[in-house]
């Protein structure tokens, strides 16, 4: 079984800071990974994964995230916020693959503060 | 390429009734995916269609079903519908074969609310 779980329903973060959002995982195999950003009144977009590949994932629009398996965690990061990266942001993992099923954390909502 | 689409987008039921929702995947992909995401929580995995077969399934009751159509759209149907049911449904599709995953694309998702 897999599980995840994302410290923090709620981030707030001034324009120009830096983005983190936290993600732990539980997994009995060697999990893929997942961020997706959610705006409002639309589904989910991908912004990176873990394959097992490097550890240090580089996604879309900035975001990096780091794979630790000491820490079971996949923190996403941002150097440098924007207005637009206000959103919802859900941390996934599976077992099996990208298009598999797929278990998704509780969410957290980003709030950028001009 | 067209994206996955879903309609309607917003539905309003009655507590018993049935409804069917409906998904056109994204060109070229074969695997489609369901998923309930109630207010304010993650999404949850309903089942998966793989070549019109179900290929895993959620913990989701029997009430809960699907169909995966030769041109690869799909349908969620949920019947006796109880107010807890009330939720964004999002489908998503993929490419899978051959040893390659393309991973989801997503559609926007179908708003269904049980009164």
């Not at chain 1, 590949?53 to 996949?74: D, P, Q």
């Not at chain 2, 807890?84 to 899978?96: F, I, K, P, R």
Request: proline share 4%; hydrophobic share 35%; with cysteine.
């Amino acid at each position: 079984a897999q599980s995840v779980t994302q410290l923090g329903s709620h981030v707030s973060v001034s324009e120009g800071a830096l983005v983190l959002l936290r993600c732990n995982y539980s997994s009995s195999v060697p999990p893929y990974l997942f961020w997706y950003v959610q705006y409002p009144n639309q589904g989910l977009q991908l912004l990176l994964k873990y394959t097992s590949a490097a550890t240090l994932v580089k996604g879309i629009n900035g975001f990096e995230a780091e794979f630790k398996k000491s820490e079971t965690s996949f923190h996403l990061t941002k150097p440098s916020a924007h207005m637009s990266d206000a959103a919802e942001y859900f941390c996934a993992v599976s077992l099996s693959g990208s298009a598999r099923q797929l278990t998704f954390g509780s969410g957290t909502q980003l709030t950028v503060l001009p | 390429e067209t994206g996955v689409t879903q309609s309607p987008t917003h539905l309003i039921k009655t507590r018993g009734q049935q409804v069917t929702l409906r998904c056109s995947s994204q060109s070229g992909h074969n695997t489609v995916s369901w998923y309930q995401q109630a207010l304010g929580q993650g999404p949850q995995f309903i089942f998966q269609y793989y070549r019109e077969e179900e290929n895993g399934r959620g913990n989701f009751p029997p009430r809960f079903s699907g169909l995966q159509f030769p041109n690869y759209s799909s349908e969620l149907n949920v019947n006796a519908l109880e107010l807890d049911d009330s939720a964004l449904y999002l489908c998503a599709s993929s490419l899978v074969g051959g040893g390659w995953d393309y991973g989801y694309t997503f559609g926007s998702g179908t708003r269904l609310t049980v009164v």
